[in-house]
């Protein structure tokens, strides 16, 4: 397996402009992970989806923030309108959903936003 | 309080030397992670442990469920070893949210 893929592996954009993030969990996993990474915060849970239902959103910072899982194989992350506050590195990742299963992560997105 | 905290922050240590660090936690928990951060980014687990000792190669996990503590040992450290290791919980009745520490930066010098 291919393992955790995200697009695109780096960003920059201006504010007030939409991102879009993109996720492939591994084949067979059904929880799906979105987190952000940056110096002061570290990382931080955003939303986590299992059977493509999202199960707890409280990470997400504001409204400005979306995320959507279509199908087993496909997640999203919006930010609209992109604020230079925004800038971290995004990381999804996925495992089993039932019983304490490892997480596996993808190589994230570095997002800049000017 | 952060419910998971690491020590140290930061550490140096030479090649060959045996190192330790050091997860605490405040929250009752069903299992606790060990990540690895390289310089390039990318994050891999280590361990997942819930009890006792876990061993791969160099490395070794052990966990105190009592004291809510858990530690990561590596010996003979290597350059290579050097990464950022973070501690992350899966809180009791949250699901597989994980909670991170805020992580250990490990430089091993040649």
């Known amino acids: 397996d291919a393992g955790v893929i995200q697009s695109p592996r780096h960003e920059v954009t201006e504010m007030g402009q939409e991102v879009t993030l993109r996720c492939k969990p591994i084949s067979g996993h059904n929880s799906l992970f979105w987190y952000r990474q940056t110096m002061m915060r570290g990382l931080e849970l955003l939303i986590y989806f299992n059977n493509n239902v999202p199960i707890d959103d409280s990470g997400m910072p504001e409204d400005r923030f979306s995320a959507k899982m279509p199908n087993a194989s496909f997640s999203t992350l919006k930010i609209q309108p992109s604020e230079p506050r925004d800038s971290a590195v995004y990381f999804c990742?996925?495992?089993?959903?039932?019983?304490?299963?490892?997480?596996?992560f993808g190589p994230g997105t570095r997002l800049t936003v000017t | 309080k952060n419910e998971v905290e690491q020590s140290p922050q930061n550490l140096t240590a030479q090649e060959g030397e045996f190192i330790t660090i050091n997860c605490s936690y405040s929250v009752g928990i069903s299992a606790l992670h060990w990540l690895q951060q390289h310089p390039g980014g990318g994050i891999v687990s280590l361990f997942m442990?819930?009890?006792g000792k876990k061993k791969h190669g160099r490395l070794i996990a052990t966990i105190n469920i009592q004291e809510k503590h858990s530690s990561l040992h590596i010996t003979a450290s290597h350059p290579r070893d050097s990464a950022v290791y973070i501690c992350a919980v899966r809180v009791n009745n949250a699901g597989n949210m994980l909670t991170f520490g805020g992580g250990t930066r490990l430089m091993v010098k040649p």
């Open positions: 990742a996925s495992s089993l959903a039932r019983g304490a299963y490892e997480q596996y």
């Open positions: 442990l819930s009890s």
